[in-house]
């Protein structure tokens, strides 16, 4: 077939699959032709088969059958007769887009520490409630899976569920900074963040800070809400806190939104841990793709209430005296 009329048959096809999208409320339409088509360029080389075989799938197939698993989260789509392909078929597409995927994270996700960008995302928090000095906002989400064959216990989380554990990091627009996706659910936030390579990432870091909810430590890197407050300064810190560090939370809703396969009220991921893993990353590389493309992180976010987060019981030997001396002077110097 000539390369005019294998275009032409795909963007019939992107657009039978478009209008299937709509139909059944899935924001797989929301990501658009153009964007469809730059994810077909950047992962051609990835997904073309070192075979002969006449019925080997082509990239753009590939990746029109993967993103209707993501956004839908089951491989028993009318995403899959629109494309004219088997279920196993399916399966496949979404394990070689999902490897392509994450073999581009490093391109996708990336914590730039050059000193312009640094300044600019000062800027750009501070300007949402007044907290100066922020780098990123920190939090860790789970995402439900099937019981491990193991019966590994180290993946049931506090509500009792099986889950992989995912430390995301962003900037003010949503847009990912570091994504660690490969946590037992079981870990606490505060156990996944010391193990993490964003910990000693930052550990020298000597100006600016993440912002982190009650289930972290303070550090002179992470700044958490003050426990206990009592002046007004102290209470205007807090609320600030919230107000920003909220970023993070109405990030991963509107990725869970967008790509259902994450959506734990939907169903839960039938993989293993390290399988499941690997979808979530692909879906982080995903959003940022996205983003970076011009799509706008929060146009089919959800509204569901923030859960409150339960505090860290730190004992006395781990406190940082010189993380809660720079808290203080923070919170006199542009708080009070």
């Known amino acids: 077939m000539c390369v005019a009329n294998w275009v032409f048959l795909f963007l019939v096809l992107v657009d039978k699959c478009c209008m299937t999208s709509q139909k059944h409320g899935d924001p797989y339409s929301h990501l658009g032709l153009e964007f469809i088509l730059y994810l077909v360029e950047i992962l051609r080389e990835a997904l073309c088969r070192r075979t002969q075989r006449s019925r080997a799938i082509s990239p753009e197939v590939q990746v029109l059958a993967a993103l209707g698993f993501y956004t839908s989260g089951s491989f028993q789509t009318s995403m899959g007769d629109t494309i004219g392909i088997s279920q196993a078929s399916m399966s496949r597409c979404v394990s070689n887009v999902t490897r392509a995927l994450v073999e581009k994270a490093p391109q996708f996700i990336t914590f730039n520490r050059d000193p312009s960008c640094i300044e600019q995302s000062f800027q750009a928090f501070q300007r949402v409630a007044g907290f100066p000095g922020v780098l990123g906002v920190l939090d860790c989400v789970q995402v439900t899976i099937k019981a491990p064959n193991s019966e590994d216990s180290s993946y049931v989380n506090k509500k009792g569920f099986h889950s992989v554990g995912c430390q995301l990091v962003c900037d003010v627009r949503g847009l990912l900074l570091s994504a660690e996706t490969n946590w037992p659910g079981g ?109 706008d992180a929060w146009t089919l976010e959800r509204t569901d209430p923030l859960e409150q987060p339960e505090s860290l019981e730190q004992r006395p030997e781990d406190r940082d005296s010189q993380a809660e001396d720079l808290r203080k002077q923070l919170i006199v110097k542009h708080f009070s």
């Open 187 to 295: 870990l606490r936030d505060s156990d996944v963040l010391e193990r993490s390579a964003l910990h000693k990432q930052l550990q020298g870091t000597e100006e600016g800070w993440l912002l982190g909810d009650r289930r972290y430590p303070l550090r002179k890197w992470l700044m958490t809400p003050v426990e206990c407050p009592e002046s007004p300064a102290e209470f205007q810190y807090n609320l600030a806190h919230t107000a920003t560090h909220e970023i993070v939370d109405r990030t991963f809703r509107a990725i869970q939104t967008r790509f259902k396969c994450l959506d734990g009220t939907k169903g839960y991921l039938q993989y293993s841990p390290e399988r499941s893993s690997s979808i979530l990353l692909a879906c982080c590389v995903l959003h940022n793709a996205s983003l970076q493309s011009g799509l």
